[in-house]
């Protein structure tokens, strides 16, 4: 039991009253009040409220404190004292201290004070009543990995009307992972997600409940009784995520497939069959929640969860309907605040006063700011309780085998995850394999996913039945079986399938995830269990691509979707050379094309202009290949002038984007100029603004508000084009299917993540708002030289720093290194294009979901 000294921190200095400036709520019925700061409170992240309506405040001194952090070495729980009883604390005492990594707190009135930390949790009680806890008991240990990020390990907790402890889990970085429990229980894993378990009061009877998380920062429970975590999103997936919880729920993300969230075995929104989708879309870090009945709001608020979004300095409302046997809803804004309010905490008092810990700053790392605030309603003076009917998704499940398997044909996602959970308890193979042979293709579905969670696998008949099965969620689901269970005997049936056609061309990538899941490097780095899982290798086969790519048996459509995958571009450039001469289709002409840019000193302008300036061909193949023209020394300057009169607005655009590029005689010009003034009903309005900037030197305008008002109503392939210009640099640090670099968040998904404000914002002003992950680091080597990169790791004598490659440069005995104020993504990009280039570029990003 730590020791404890009682030191008393007063509110305010001199009596100078609190200010509430620059916090804006948007519901006149309320009111908001600063209660405490720094130094009474400092940088406070959880926080509970007893039933005396003390306050309890988690600070936090230990998450990576900078060398000269004046504060406390360890993090401690204060608890406040207000003597007069008007509800405003004139002291805060110390409840607790010699805490390491503390994440949050939950008060029982029967059972104390419950503490998470990244590595346990822990009961406090103070059982003498003096203000100070006389007993700590860890009732859950996290015995791996031994050191894990804060925000990774465990994070959240909750006690459920069953007396049950219910506490989120970190993804951990991919390391493997044991939780122990009082009575020795233990729950384990390696390469999922982060999970949601229980255990009893005592700590003991550890149990799994839902995995497929990337951080579950924090767990309550409505009035409803409905579970709920706040989900962060992985480094290129998202939005966040406000969730439901229900037994065996699957919620999509594992940490083996790395941090992007971008693999076909991956899911966000409950787009894989067996995968959950959310309940509501959150802003970026959200952190605590609230059922809004457990406020004095009012009864507008029925039904309503409450969420603080840390990044972006607000907390939103979110009114839920109901969707099937869940809840959905879309957040809106309650209370903004400027750059200086970072709300982290969320509890309400026994008349329903919302309470609010503000972290201050936007810095990560403990700084000894920190506020405190209390919202409240003007004119309801108590809680309005929710009073509709309780429902339990926890309770002991006592149908028959028989009973679940009826169960399955209903087609709420929600109840068949339960059923699936509770059968695979219950029944083996043979009580299931008639699912799987059934004439119903949900069945057949629904009998697979339960499968795989059994030990028994299904034998080669069978799963090459599965794979021929006209329902492609059937088809992939079997690839994916395959793969986790690491059936090897089926990669070559696997191979036969693709040169058959029997894999549509839509599966591919789950194909191809398959076959690396049935590589002997993979299969023992995951029985080893030997650091972080994403490290393991996944390589496939030697010269696999280049088969399938020689291949005549397999379509082009399928060749354009490996080619992005072939691992040594320069030495098969006959290869690429012999496809882009050949190629018809256009999907696989577009990705030779970019294959071109991979093959330095390679000429492949007969190839390209064979795909410019053959009108047979697909006028967005073509654009591309007159795009990569560009950046040759030749010019086709007459040729791209007789695509002006195609009629196309794509081949327009990409033809005066190369006209303007390259230097034209007069005649040329006025030639141009004619037609355009003859045309100009008939262009697109961007490929005109090319033309408009031509004589400007190609310079549009510097006033970034003409950008702004981008709405995203554009014309997507003109934004792809615009995307992979070199000059744009985008392709640089984003990937997108396959292609680009990996500095920067991948970008597959982004429309499917981000709002099209979002985009905007994230190229105009790319260090308005930086994920964690993103986050730039300098270091200024022994030489006094600044360098820097995406991720720092740092070592006795020496440091590491992350490349543009994606490889880390090592440097000994660095003089200094640290967080960079600015993002890594340059500002001013927007001036490589014109404003309406920019709307295009916006509504490309948008479309891909």
Not at 326 to 336: N, Y
Not at 409 to 415: I, Y
Request: aromatic share 8%; proline share 5%.
């Amino acid at each position: 039991m730590s020791i404890i000294c009682t030191v008393v921190f007063f509110v305010s200095c001199a009596g100078e009253p609190l200010s509430n400036k620059g916090i804006i709520l948007h519901d006149p019925n309320l009111s908001i009040q600063l209660l405490a700061e720094h130094p009474s409170v400092k940088t406070p992240i959880g926080m509970a409220i007893d039933a005396r309506d003390a306050v309890y405040v988690l600070e936090s001194h230990t998450h990576t404190p900078p060398d000269d952090y004046q504060g406390p070495k360890f993090d401690l729980i204060k608890k406040s004292v207000d003597e007069n009883g008007d509800g405003i604390p004139e002291k805060w005492t110390v409840f607790a201290d010699s805490i390491e990594d503390g994440m949050n707190l939950h008060y029982d009135l029967e059972h104390g004070l419950f503490l998470t930390t990244k590595n346990g949790v822990f009961q406090y009680l103070d059982q003498d009543k003096n203000g100070v806890s006389d007993s700590k008991k860890q009732l859950v240990a996290m015995v791996e990995p031994q050191n894990v990020y804060d925000h990774a390990g465990i994070l959240g907790l909750a006690i459920g009307e069953d007396d049950w402890l219910y506490v989120s889990r970190g993804n951990v970085g991919g390391n493997p992972w044991t939780i122990q429990g009082t009575d020795g229980s233990q729950i384990e894993g390696y390469g999922d997600g982060g999970n949601v378990f229980r255990c009893k009061l005592d700590g003991s009877q550890l149990e799994e409940i839902a995995t497929g998380f990337w951080n579950p920062f924090d767990l309550k429970f409505n009035g409803e009784g409905r579970l709920f975590v706040t989900d962060n999103d992985p480094d290129s997936r998202g939005p966040n995520r406000l969730i439901e919880i229900v037994p065996g729920g699957d919620y999509g993300y594992k940490s083996v497939y790395g941090g992007s969230g971008i693999h076909p075995f991956s899911s966000w929104n409950g787009e894989l069959p067996g995968t959950l989708p959310f309940s509501a879309p959150l802003g970026e870090a959200p952190c605590a929640m609230i059922d809004a009945s457990f406020t004095n709001f009012g009864d507008s608020y029925a039904s309503q969860m409450l969420v603080n979004i840390w990044e972006e300095n607000n907390m939103v409302h979110i009114p839920l309907d109901q969707n099937g046997s869940s809840v959905k809803g879309i957040p809106e804004v309650l209370i903004q605040g400027d750059s200086s309010f970072h709300p982290v905490a969320l509890a309400t008092n026994s008349r329903g006063d919302l309470f609010i810990t503000d972290w201050v700053l936007r810095e990560y790392p403990n700084h000894g700011n920190g506020r405190l605030w209390k919202v409240s309603s003007k004119s309801v003076t108590a809680k309005q309780p929710y009073s509709g009917p309780k429902i339990n998704r926890f309770k002991k499940d006592t149908r028959s085998i028989e009973q679940l398997i009826t169960d399955l044909k209903p087609k709420d996602p929600f109840e068949l995850a339960v059923t699936r959970h509770f059968l695979a308890k219950n029944a083996g193979l043979e009580e299931l394999l008639p699912l799987v042979e059934s004439n119903d293709s949900h069945l057949r579905l629904q009998g697979l996913l339960t499968l795989f969670k059994v030990k028994e696998n299904l034998n080669r008949t069978v799963l090459l039945s599965l794979l021929r099965d006209e329902n492609q969620d059937i088809q992939r689901m079997t690839l994916m079986y395959i793969a986790k269970k690491g059936i090897t005997e089926m990669e070559p049936y696997l191979l036969s399938a693709l040169r058959e056609s029997q894999i549509r061309p839509e599966l591919f990538e789950t194909f191809l995830a398959t076959v690396r899941h049935l590589q002997p490097d993979f299969i023992d780095g995951m029985r080893k269990k030997s650091g972080r899982s994403s490290k393991i290798p996944r390589a496939l086969p030697k010269s696999f691509i280049e088969d399938i790519l020689k291949n005549p048996m397999i379509s082009e459509e399928v060749k354009a979707m490996a080619l992005p995958y072939l691992s040594d571009f320069t030495s098969n450039r006959e290869l690429v050379a012999e496809l882009l001469g050949n190629a018809g289709n256009g999907k696989l002409q577009i990705a030779l094309i970019k294959a071109v840019q991979k093959i330095p000193g390679g000429d492949f302008s007969d190839a390209l202009r064979n795909i410019a300036f053959n009108t047979e061909f697909m006028p967005i193949a073509r654009s591309v290949a007159l795009q990569e023209l560009s950046y040759s020394t030749q010019k086709y300057i007459d040729r791209v002038v007789g695509m002006l009169k195609e009629n196309d607005e794509i081949l327009q655009y990409a033809a005066l984007k190369y006209l303007c590029a390259t230097g034209l005689d007069d005649a040329t010009q006025s030639g141009i100029e004619e037609w355009i003034a003859n045309s100009k009903n008939q262009i697109s309005k961007t490929a005109f603004s090319i033309w408009n900037n031509c004589d400007k030197d190609g310079t549009p305008p510097l006033n970034k508000t003409a950008y702004a008002t981008a709405t995203g109503n554009g014309d997507s392939e003109i934004g792809r084009l615009v995307f992979e210009n070199r000059v744009g640099l985008c392709t640089t640090c984003h990937k997108i299917n396959g292609w680009g670099g990996s500095f920067g968040p991948e970008l597959s998904n982004i429309g499917g993540s981000k709002s099209i404000s979002q985009l905007v914002s994230a190229v105009l002003e790319p260090s308005l708002e930086i994920s964690p992950e993103w986050q730039g680091w300098y270091l200024v080597d022994v030489k006094g030289t600044r360098h820097t990169g995406r991720q720092i790791d740092v070592h006795l004598n020496y440091a590491e720093l992350m490349n543009t490659n994606g490889e880390y440069d090592t440097f000994k005995n660095p003089r200094s290194y640290g967080v960079m104020e600015s993002s890594l993504m340059p500002e001013g990009l927007e001036r490589t294009m014109t404003p309406l280039e920019f709307n295009d570029l916006i509504t490309f990003l948008s479309h891909l979901k």
